[in-house]
């Protein structure tokens, strides 16, 4: 499997402000996603992150609340803007690797 | 549309109690299906998976049989032990061309093991 990291692992923020999530791979892979696990409640996907293009965004999910970059085939970012409450959840993100999702730890994120 | 459906938890076995968590899906053509493990505080960790019907996968004593037939993947195992405490999650994918594309996930059931 590609092993994958995330930085930072958890975050207290202030509403209004934003954070920047940060995903690292070991491989080179061809799909990166980023999910939101909301308290107590299962995995819904934010978006697909693009090499090289725009990240395509799930029904649900604008570009402006969580713009996406994908500089290269190993990394990715999720920036959370504007942060309010109802956003404190667990970020992760994950790779496509041999036809199988493997997962980041996740960002534990907190809005107060 | 796809989708997943986990029985309702928590569930709550005694160690050395067989396990059974059941999972039905609806999708058309034939989805790749997977059960995550999720421990407390930590992220997911792939538990097994099975890509067509009648493909068993396992892992870690855990097992589970990709049923066509009555759209299943119930999770089983014979005897579970106090660190099999966790959140499963059952998922479908309907990727294609080599990869598995997004992952449509179940609610979730927490399992509970006690000494």
């Not at chain 1, 996603?33 to 604008?62: C, D």
């Not at chain 1, 970012?77 to 942060?83: C, D, H, R, Y």
């Not at chain 2, 067989?18 to 999720?38: D, K, M, R």
Request: aromatic share 10%; glycine share 8%.
């Amino acid at each position: 499997s590609a092993v994958i990291s995330q930085k930072p692992s958890r975050d207290i923020c202030q509403r209004g402000t934003s954070l920047t999530i940060q995903c690292q791979v070991d491989s080179q892979v061809t799909m990166m996603f980023w999910y939101r696990q909301q308290p107590g409640q299962s995995l819904t996907l934010i978006a697909t992150a693009n090499q090289g293009s725009e990240a395509t965004y799930e029904s649900g999910f604008v570009i402006d609340k969580f713009p996406i970059s994908r500089p290269n085939l190993t990394f990715s970012t999720l920036t959370v803007s504007n942060m309010s409450p109802e956003d404190s959840s667990i970020y992760l993100c994950s790779d496509d690797y041999t036809d199988t999702q493997y997962f980041g730890p996740g960002t534990r994120l907190t809005v107060l | 549309g796809n989708s997943v459906t986990q029985m309702e938890g928590p569930v709550t076995l005694s160690e050395e109690a067989f396990l059974t968590i059941n999972c039905t899906y609806t999708a058309t053509g034939y989805p790749s299906l997977f059960w995550y493990v999720q421990y407390p505080g930590e992220g997911l960790q792939l538990l097994l998976k099975a890509t067509k019907a009648d493909d068993k996968g396992s892992n870690k004593g855990f097992e589970a049989t990709y049923r066509k037939e009555t759209t299943s993947f119930h999770l089983e195992k014979g005897s579970v032990q106090v660190s099999d405490s966790a959140v499963y999650f059952c998922a479908l994918s309907r990727g294609g061309s080599g990869n598995t594309g997004k992952l449509i996930f179940g609610q979730g059931t927490t399992l509970q093991v006690k000494p």
